[in-house]
């Protein structure tokens, strides 16, 4: 069924992300831009809404230590900065440094400030909202907006001085809400922390429209966190639950949670949240106020309690096994599932680095036409990961990548990273982009030795001699 082109095209909805830059942070030195958009250059939005011309789906490839991960992290440390540099952030002793993650192999890298900027939609508004940060705090933070068809600044500030506010987007009684802001600290994070009547909302869409979601086989203790953090919010609903594990085909028919396994001393207070999760409270409301009683451990406590039911082979009957019984790949999928259905429904921002590590390349591809497929993403969410994987490639055009979404990043000779995209090449309409790039065609490859772990190998015999191959 075509799905509704007005819905498809609105902009009442989440966090788009149409770009973002850093410059100084870990390998990246000089100020290297994602861009999340194609094919509009004008201030004003585009005639047919925000969301025609987002990337639902944008994936960064490259050589390990190339700085993919930072990238990553650059982006997760900015909103770290907008979250936590006035609340806990403020508790660290005077003259102590600041958290920070400039670029190391440099001469005076440490010393000059890092620099982040986020270009995005919020509600329809288009910003771009960035700041420089440094051991010491705040050097300069800077918003702007487009209220009709041009940009407007709506503050500029710079360390030490008065904030420089547009009168016409944040009165002085607005001004004077916000209250002092200190040096040590960003303009949004304060804002975000005083629930601000102006900046609030903003700098809350920023950081709640971004989820981070947790991979690899390290993970695991993330990934507990992350179910409990939706247990809190209310996005983690079992009956979701198990038809995400029955569409990825894990064999798991069912989801139960035996609340009665925890232990005694726990029952009586986390009985009525396993209630509210299972839906068998009668309250949504009461459900709400019982989970903000208990602890972020308590509800990882809870999650040990799952029960998978998985069908019996045959005539065998349908056993049930717990959640630390289970692999590593369907344990991730049931950290990360909820995740993307929740992005999906509220049209924001995933990201992960190395979505591939530990779920299978079918399960992979899923996620990534379920962004791609207008009938599965009606809002627009917007979803970005770093892989190895250059079947992606191969496969970009059955997955609806186009070039402009596939990204590169290159180490340089200095330990900096480049970051380029497969837009910025000619190519055939029938290229085969996987193997243009295994042949070295757009760069951003390995540069391996074989010569060099031979010589290790031959390096083993006895007084430098000739290994016996006889």
């Not at 939609?121 to 440094?134: A, C, I, K, Q, S």
């Not at 500030?157 to 002085?172: C, H, Q, T």
């Not at 303009?187 to 009547?197: D, G, I, N, P």
């Amino acid at each position: 069924m075509k799905p509704d082109e007005n819905r498809w095209h609105s902009d009442d909805r989440g966090l788009s992300l149409l770009s973002f830059t850093a410059a100084n942070h870990r390998s990246i030195l000089e100020a290297q831009t994602l861009t999340l958009m194609s094919g509009h250059n004008v201030a004003k939005a585009p005639e047919k809404g925000w969301i025609s011309v987002i990337h639902p789906v944008t994936v960064l490839m490259g050589p390990n230590g190339a700085g993919k991960s930072n990238l990553l992290d650059a982006l997760h440390f900015a909103l770290h900065v907008i979250r936590l540099s006035a609340t806990s952030w403020q508790s660290i002793g005077a003259g102590a440094p600041k958290p920070n993650r400039p670029f190391r192999l440099g001469n005076e890298s440490g010393t000059v400030p890092s620099t982040y900027e986020f270009e995005f939609v919020l509600d329809g508004m288009r910003y771009v909202y960035g700041f420089e940060w440094r051991y010491d705090g705040m050097h300069r933070e800077w918003l702007s907006r487009v209220p009709g068809s041009r940009w407007t600044v709506c503050f500029d500030r710079l360390r030490g001085e008065v904030i420089d506010w547009n009168k016409s987007f944040m009165p002085a009684s607005a001004v004077r809400e916000l209250g002092k802001v200190m040096d040590t600290e960003l303009v949004m994070s304060v804002a975000l922390r005083s629930e601000h009547s102006v900046l609030g909302g903003i700098a809350r869409g920023l950081v709640k429209g971004c989820a981070f979601i947790p991979v690899g086989e390290s993970s695991q203790r993330h990934r507990e966190r992350q179910l409990a953090a939706l247990i809190r919010s209310g996005d983690l609903n079992l009956d979701d639950v198990s038809q995400l594990l029955i569409a990825a085909d894990t064999g798991i028919r069912e989801v139960t949670l035996e609340h009665r396994r925890l232990p005694p001393e726990d029952f009586e207070r986390l009985q009525n949240v396993a209630a509210a999760l299972t839906g068998a409270s009668g309250s949504g409301d009461r459900g709400a106020v019982e989970i903000a009683k208990v602890s972020d451990d308590d509800l990882a406590t809870l999650v040990h309690t799952f029960q998978f039911l998985h069908e019996g082979e045959g005539d065998a009957e349908d056993r049930k096994i717990s959640l630390g019984d289970e692999s590593t790949g369907t344990r991730a999928w049931l950290s990360i599932a909820p995740t993307v259905l929740k992005t999906l429904r509220a049209g924001s921002v995933l990201i992960a680095d190395e979505l591939d590590s530990s779920l299978h390349q079918s399960l992979v591809e899923m996620l990534i036409r379920a962004f791609t497929d207008e009938a599965t993403n009606p809002h627009g969410a917007q979803l970005l990961f770093s892989s190895h994987n250059t079947n992606f490639l191969e496969h970009s055009r059955e997955l609806g990548i186009r070039p402009g979404c596939i990204w590169f990043i290159e180490k340089q000779p200095n330990g900096s990273s480049d970051l380029f995209s497969l837009a910025d090449f000619p190519n055939h309409e029938a290229a085969n982009y996987e193997r243009r790039y295994l042949s070295g065609r757009y760069a951003a490859l390995p540069r391996v030795s074989p010569s060099i772990l031979r010589g290790l190998v031959l390096a083993e015999g006895d007084g430098g001699e000739e290994v016996n191959r006889g």
